[in-house]
């Protein structure tokens, strides 16, 4: 479902792709707002729910959580991707360290990757596919007991109702 914020996030893309943000500078966008929704991680020690933004489209996937400079522990951002491919994710203009949980069309983990630094532009993700990544706070995953093979549900994946 679009949302009428893409020309601003479509603007912002466009400036960062450009190069018109002065080197260094990670301040000079702001963070993108988007609507939550909770997203639950099935963990052996119980469900832990993150309210979570949701990045459905090309723009806001591409912003993501750059420009914060902090992450609540109970927040998180779901980047979803209409059809299962090579996702690969990077940490430009981002000022956190975030966990990456990549996810297959069923919303099992597939992938982890674990503390990604701020502003490290290395491409990270899984060798096979997936179709969605929750990005949580740097280091919640381990503390949470998050694993590969463990369940993630929202409607976007097909392990709940209303799809």
């Given at each position: 479902m679009a949302r009428t914020r893409l020309p601003r996030a479509l603007a912002a893309?466009?400036?960062?792709?450009?190069?018109?943000?002065?080197?260094?500078?990670?301040?000079?966008?702001?963070?993108?707002a988007l609507p939550t929704e909770p997203v639950v991680v099935e963990t052996l020690d119980g469900p832990v729910t993150f309210t979570t933004e949701i990045a459905d489209d090309h723009g806001e996937r591409a912003i993501g959580l750059m420009y914060r400079d902090h992450l609540p522990r109970d927040r998180a951002m779901l980047f979803q991707y209409e059809r299962p491919s090579q996702i690969r994710m990077w940490m430009r203009n981002t000022l956190i360290p975030l966990d990456m949980l990549f996810m297959d069309r069923r919303g099992e983990i597939v992938h982890i990757e674990r503390q990604a630094q701020p502003h490290d532009e290395t491409p990270r993700g899984p060798d096979g596919l997936a179709v969605g990544v929750l990005e949580i706070g740097g280091g919640l995953a381990r503390?949470?007991?998050?694993?590969?093979?463990?369940?993630?549900?929202?409607?976007?994946?097909?392990n709940t109702q209303g799809r």
């Open positions: 893309v466009l400036v960062v792709a450009a190069g018109l943000l002065p080197a260094g500078c990670s301040q000079a966008a702001e963070p993108q503390e949470m007991g998050i694993e590969k093979g463990m369940t993630v549900r929202h409607p976007f994946f097909e």
